[in-house]
T-cell receptor, first 117, second 114 residues
Framework: AQKVTQAQTEISVVEKEDVTLDCVYE???????LFWYKQPPSGELVFLIR??????QNEISGRYSWNFQKSTSSFNFTITASQVVDSAVYFC??????????????FGKGTKLTVNP | ETGVTQTPRHLVMGMTNKKSLKCEQH?????MYWYKQSAKKPLELMFV???????ENNSVPSRFSPECPNSSHLFLHLHTLQPEDSALYLC?????????????FGPGTRLTVT
């Protein structure tokens, strides 16, 4: 069965520090997708990125970057020069399939990031 | 209209009450989901609907009853709930075509069972 592990339960940094959130996944599928979501205190999960298992190129979007390494089954997320507004719970997720054949997401337990001024 | 809306945002109900949660998506997606998020627990997938057909019931107790009248609307009917059912209930939608499409979430309903 698919599984996502986010070993870091909580991380606290000071503004402008770089921070990396770890994500390790398990799957037997040859084609799969990985995702990161952000959940601010308001509660709504916000989609950040999707990565195809065949595309191991790193991606950068502003202060955010993602490192996908198939060899270690990891999909880590780095925030450069963190800001207070980055404070949230971040979830890593992996695609899977329901018994009925629909796609679903398997989520990790999340990492709570607090950025202090 | 924003992508996925949920009503009510907050709900307090007694164990003998019957209430319903509503979710509506304005994204033209064909799949909708209910998740439960409790304190200190990971997101739990409850139900999946694909083209209005239920394709996943993740061993959810019968006191939770979903309804999907069309691809844009999803309901969760609640009756005789327990205090441990207090949680944030999140609705999501996605376009299931070739695989790997992200889900878009609503703001959630914060449910408290007294």
């Amino acid at each position: 069965a698919q599984k996502v592990t986010q070993a870091q339960t909580e991380i606290s940094v000071v503004e402008k520090e770089d921070v990396t959130l770890d994500c390790v996944y398990e799957t037997r599928d040859t084609t799969y997708y990985l995702f990161w979501y952000k959940q601010p205190p308001s509660g709504e999960l916000v989609f950040l990125i999707r990565r195809n298992s065949f595309d191991e190129q790193n991606e950068i979007s502003g202060r955010y970057s993602w490192n996908f390494q198939k060899s270690t089954s990891s999909f880590n997320f780095t925030i450069t020069a963190s800001q207070v507004v980055d404070s949230a719970v971040y979830f890593c997720a992996l695609s899977a399939y329901t018994q009925g054949g629909s796609e679903k997401l398997v989520f990790g337990k999340g990492t709570k990031l607090t950025v202090n001024p | 209209e924003t992508g996925v809306t949920q009503t009510p945002r907050h709900l307090v109900m007694g164990m003998t009450n019957k209430k319903s949660l509503k979710c509506e998506q304005h994204l033209g997606h064909n799949a909708m989901y209910w998740y439960k998020q409790s304190a200190k627990k990971p997101l739990e997938l409850m139900f999946v609907y694909n083209f209005k057909e239920q394709t996943e019931n993740n061993s959810v107790p019968s006191r939770f009853s979903p309804e999907c009248p069309n691809s844009s609307h999803l309901f969760l009917h609640l009756h005789t709930l327990q205090p441990e059912d207090s949680a944030l209930y999140l609705c999501a939608s996605s376009q299931q075509v070739a695989g790997g499409y992200e889900q878009y979430f609503g703001p959630g309903t914060r449910l408290t069972v007294t």
